[in-house]
């Protein structure tokens, strides 16, 4: 394992002892910044890094042991080795041991036995900065292959979220629309980045249970009878079992959302006649934007509302169809809802 061009600091109040020092990193191939002033070297280390301190015990203003236990308050890492005078007695070392120096070596400095310690702590450096860097570039891959997944993750949850339009007369813009409204009315309601992507990803599924009503009723142009209308409501349900039991958080909300989208703040709606805020607010969410986009787009029963209309409509069903606050900020939002529709409508004649 190679050493050249490590960097040193030496720390020693003896000028001679200094240049001792320097001239076997020197014969090492080292880099070393010299000081004989303990305060200054360990400004020094504020600014830059060392891969072995080298310190005297015997210094004015500032010992050796103070200077480590300075130094290791904000470097655990970098190996310390400390010059004793011969003759220093056993607690010393020991106190250095327990402030964080790694080994000793004696005045006057014998040439082979500092070339030894400094050859191992350097190559102990240097193994630990390489396990950093493994470590350091594992975190990176797996940091990417985590990323890689949840794209994966989020695409698949976008084609499946397409599913239930390949029989409903609707488009897949409007699975599009409805993500971004319920995106935009999260983020306007306070709530944090994690929920708003989950409602984005999971706000295309309030109808995937339509794959399961019969087609006679579901793409029928004219109004439903009660029977009929009775059995269309059944979706909600059926989203629910497909995905309640999934341990994607993004299908665990997309169930939640299928079964309460249809609920109304009044408590008129289905499947559980629930009532204000006992309808969850992933339910809430998705009705507001669901109803929007339903209103505002052409069906083969009914013409699309202006948007004008639709905001009316809203304003009208507050408390009563939706959940009053979250209508406000839904309508403060205008601005960015039309760009939403405007853009997404483009998407629908591609």
Do not use: C
């Amino acid at each position: 394992m190679r050493i050249e061009n490590m960097r040193l600091l030496s720390i020693d109040d003896n000028k001679t002892n200094l240049l001792i020092v320097e001239s076997y990193a020197k014969m090492l191939q080292l880099n070393i910044d010299s000081f004989l002033d303990p305060k200054e070297a360990l400004e020094k280390t504020q600014t830059q890094e060392y891969d072995l301190v080298i310190v005297d015990f015997m210094m004015p203003d500032i010992n050796g042991l103070e200077f480590i236990e300075l130094f290791r308050k904000t470097n655990q890492e970098t190996p310390i080795i400390m010059l004793t005078a011969v003759g220093d007695d056993m607690k010393l070392q020991i106190d250095a041991l327990q402030l964080g120096a790694n080994d000793f070596l004696s005045k006057p400095i014998n040439a082979p036995a500092f070339k030894a310690r400094i050859i191992n702590m350097l190559k102990l450096r240097k193994a630990q900065l390489l396990i950093k860097d493994k470590a350091l570039l594992l975190q990176e891959e797996v940091e990417q292959a985590t990323k890689r997944l949840k794209e994966s993750e989020q695409e698949t949850l976008q084609m499946l979220g397409k599913t239930s339009e390949y029989k409903d007369p609707e488009t897949n813009a409007h699975t599009l629309r409805v993500a971004h409204y319920s995106k935009l009315l999260a983020h306007a309601y306070g709530m944090d980045k994690e929920f708003q992507e989950v409602v984005f990803y999971a706000s295309p599924f309030h109808d995937i249970g339509k794959i399961g009503i019969p087609d006679k009723i579901l793409l029928k142009p004219g109004k439903l009878n009660e029977d009929e209308f009775a059995i269309m409501k059944k979706h909600s349900s059926i989203g629910y079992e497909i995905l309640k039991g999934s341990k994607s958080k993004y299908l665990k909300a997309g169930g939640v959302i299928a079964y309460n989208h249809h609920e109304k703040y009044d408590g008129t709606g289905y499947p559980n006649g629930l009532k204000g805020e006992s309808i969850p607010i992933l339910g809430r969410i998705t009705a507001i934007a669901d109803v929007f986009d339903a209103l505002t787009s052409t069906r083969p029963y009914k013409e699309a509302w202006s948007i004008e209309q639709a905001f009316e409509l809203l304003e009208e069903e507050k408390g009563k169809h939706f959940d009053p606050i979250l209508v406000e900020l839904f309508l403060q939002q205008k601005q960015k809802v039309i760009e939403i529709y405007y853009e997404f409508k483009e998407e629908e004649t591609k």
